[in-house]
DNA sequence: GAGTCGTGGGG
DNA sequence: TCCCCAAGACT
């Protein structure tokens, strides 16, 4: 019976080579919780820092919920997708507000909770609860396509729920926590997208892609992305050594992270013809560039952002109540410090320094 | 279903 | 240099 190779083989490979990472000591729902959310669409080594930090410095959901967002948005900076984040406090909130700070036990119950999909879900309730949900992440995806030689297209979602349905059969009842460790670590290990090591595979013998050659080509994904091309300016207006910056706000990349004075253009424009906010442009005898960056070119997954900054020194104070900043206000070089930022602005920021 | 949301590493 | 994609979720 190939389910019962492929589920033992499975169990006995993750035995032996299993990592030894944090949250696997532990049954905490919060902590298991946290670990989840910190590595979805992330790889282990990108994201363990951070669940250190997030662990440390909040042991508990009580006081994860009681923090400022700001805290929680600058713990996070610089791991990405910062919605995360975002959910990942709203619910801390919920768990504490609404379910005595308890997370429930049941997938469909876990499924309500804000940054808690169909993955993650079942994930929680496996790992904290020993429930039989499997889980279907890309690893999973990888791994049962390969073995059974689903050439679909994995962008379709009847692909998805086809070998959902086969980790549905294939998780045991008895511990199917260590089933779905086992088959998302034998996938970021050894079933890995290029070039995984199949000359020494447990499941040379049964794996339909390697039989067929199709290892290189399955799974098969048909989605590309597209990317447009964006240009930053960022002006950054020192005044009696106070920076305007403001927080971005929705339907953007950064949600909720801080950011000089932009101005975004459509193509690559020299400073003498950047639309310059009022308080600048009236005021032009009272100011000074006293920096000019290199042109930063900074790769999102669907953007390619080009983007330079000036450091603009009034030489004279002025009354700042006749100057419109819309939504921007003044921070001192410490608070920014305490600021949530981009990496493209940290990066600026750590080299202006040195 | 399609588009969007980061950052870093690897081929 | 460019493309892929990584323990996905949301709109």
């Not at 700042?320 to 930022?341: G, Q, R």
Request: aromatic letters at 12%.
């Amino acid at each position: 019976m190939k389910s019962d190779t492929i589920v033992n083989g499975l169990l006995i490979w993750y035995d032996k080579h299993k990592r030894d990472l944090p949250w696997r000591k532990t049954l905490d729902p919060y902590k298991i919780w946290i670990s989840e959310i910190i590595l979805q669409q992330t790889r282990v080594d990108q994201g363990l820092p951070y669940y250190t930090k997030f662990i440390d410095k909040y042991p508990t959901v009580h006081d994860l919920a009681s923090a400022p967002i700001d805290e929680v948005l600058r713990l996070w900076q610089g791991l990405g997708y910062y919605s995360r984040a975002r959910n990942l406090h709203r619910c801390a909130k919920i768990v504490v507000e609404n379910l005595d700070g308890n997370f429930p036990a049941e997938r469909s119950s876990l499924l309500k909770l804000p940054g808690v999909g169909p993955y993650t879900s079942a994930a929680i309730a496996s790992l904290a609860f020993g429930k039989r949900e499997a889980v279907v992440d890309g690893n999973v995806i990888r791994v049962i396509a390969r073995l059974y030689g689903i050439k679909e297209d994995i962008s379709e979602q009847k692909t998805i729920n086809g070998i959902r349905a086969i980790a549905d059969e294939l998780i045991p009842s008895k511990r199917p926590d260590l089933f779905n460790q086992a088959i998302m670590e034998f996938g970021a290990l050894f079933c890995t997208p290029n070039s995984p090591t199949c000359d020494s595979c447990i499941f040379m013998d049964i794996c339909d892609a390697r039989s067929s050659s199709m290892v290189a080509s399955i799974p098969f994904k048909s989605k590309k992305v597209k990317k447009r091309s964006r240009f930053f300016n960022y002006l950054i207006i020192n005044i009696q050594e106070k920076y305007y910056l403001r927080k971005r706000g929705e339907k953007d990349i950064w949600q909720g992270l801080f950011e000089f004075y932009l101005l975004e253009t459509q193509s690559d424009l020299p400073f003498d013809q950047l639309d310059l906010p009022i308080g600048l442009s009236r005021n032009s005898r009272f100011w000074k560039i006293t920096e000019e960056s290199k042109t930063y070119k900074h790769l999102l997954t669907h953007q390619t952002i080009f983007c330079k900054f000036y450091e603009i020194k009034f030489t004279q104070e002025i009354g700042l109540d006749m100057m419109n900043w819309e939504e921007y206000s003044l921070y001192s070089e410490e608070e920014i410090e305490l600021l949530p930022k981009s990496i493209l602005i940290d990066r600026y920021l750590g080299e202006k320094i040195i």
